[in-house]
C-alpha cells in the first residue's frame, strides 16, 4: 500500500521559530510537492522537486524553503514563522514520466498554527 | 496562464439524489490533463480520473461518472444515487504539457454535503 506520511498531523508554533515539516514517501516516487490549503483558496503549490537535491519554485514560495537530500525525503522550512502561514501543509508524490503525469499521492496533512 | 475554476462552492444534497460538479478550465496548450480529487474529512486527497486532451470519451466508474467537453471546457464530474461516504470536497485540476514533473492547478474545491 502506497504511503506519503508526514511528520506531524498537529503543530503549534511561536512567531519567529524556525518550523521543519517533514515528509516521507515509501513508493521510490521522483517527485514531491508542498501544498497550502486555506478556506476559499484551495491548494497552492509553494515548492516542489523532481530530483535530489532539486528544488522549483511553485506558486507561493516566499517565506519558504525545502531541502530533500534523500529520494524519499521533502522537507518544507519555515525560517522564521508568522501568522500568516498558519496553515494546513500537504506533501504529495507522484512517478516521473507520462504515466505519473498529475497523479499524486497525498500524505494527511500537518495543520500549523503560529502564535 | 492556466485555471480551473469550481463555481459551486459548497452543495447539499439527499441520499440518492444525483448530483453534478461542475469544473471550467483554461489553458493555452494544446497538450494538458485534467484530473479530480476527493477529500474526505480525514484530509487525504484521493487521486480519482485523470484526462488527457486528446480522449473526450466520458468515463464511468460505477457511480460516478465524468464529462469531458473541449467546446466548452469543462469537465465535469456526476455522482449517481449520491451516499453519506461521497461526503468530501472535491478538487478538479490541470496540468499543462507532458513532462514527467508537470504541476497541479487546483481550483478552490466543491464541498459536498451528503445528508441521510
Known amino acids: 500500500d502506497v504511503k506519503v506520511t508526514q511528520s506531524s498531523r498537529y503543530l503549534v508554533k511561536r512567531t519567529g521559530e524556525k518550523v521543519f515539516l517533514e515528509c516521507v514517501q515509501d513508493?521510490?516516487?521522483?517527485?514531491m510537492f508542498w501544498y497550502r490549503q486555506d478556506p476559499g483558496l484551495g491548494l497552492r503549490l509553494i515548492y516542489f522537486?523532481?530530483?535530489?537535491?532539486?528544488?522549483e519554485k511553485g506558486d507561493i514560495p516566499e517565506g519558504y524553503s525545502v531541502s530533500r537530500e534523500k529520494k524519499e525525503r521533502f522537507s518544507l522550512i519555515l525560517e522564521s514563522a508568522s501568522t500568516n502561514q498558519t496553515s494546513m501543509y500537504l506533501c504529495?508524490?507522484?512517478?516521473?514520466?507520462?504515466?505519473?503525469?498529475?497523479?499524486?499521492?497525498f500524505g494527511p496533512g500537518t495543520r500549523l498554527t503560529v502564535t | 496562464a492556466q485555471k480551473v475554476t469550481q463555481a459551486q462552492t459548497e452543495i447539499s444534497v439527499v441520499e440518492k439524489e444525483d448530483v453534478t460538479l461542475d469544473c471550467v478550465y483554461e489553458?493555452?496548450?494544446?497538450?494538458?490533463?485534467l484530473f479530480w480529487y476527493k477529500q474526505p474529512p480525514s484530509g487525504e486527497l484521493v487521486f480519482l480520473i485523470r484526462?488527457?486532451?486528446?480522449?473526450?470519451q466520458n468515463e464511468i466508474s460505477g457511480r460516478y461518472s465524468w464529462n469531458f467537453q473541449k467546446s466548452t471546457s469543462s469537465f465535469n464530474f456526476t455522482i449517481t444515487a449520491s451516499q453519506v461516504v461521497d461526503s468530501a470536497v472535491y478538487f478538479c485540476?490541470?496540468?499543462?504539457?507532458?513532462?514527467?514533473?508537470?504541476?497541479?492547478?487546483f481550483g478552490k474545491g466543491t464541498m459536498l454535503l451528503v445528508s441521510p
Open positions: 504529495a508524490s507522484s512517478s516521473s514520466g507520462l504515466a505519473g503525469v498529475g497523479e499524486q499521492y
Open positions: 513508493m521510490d516516487h521522483e517527485n
Open positions: 522537486s523532481y530530483d535530489v537535491k532539486m528544488k
Open positions: 489553458t493555452r496548450d494544446t497538450t494538458y490533463y
Open positions: 484526462r488527457n486532451s486528446f480522449d473526450e
Open positions: 485540476a490541470l496540468s499543462e504539457g507532458d513532462s514527467g514533473y508537470s504541476t497541479l492547478t
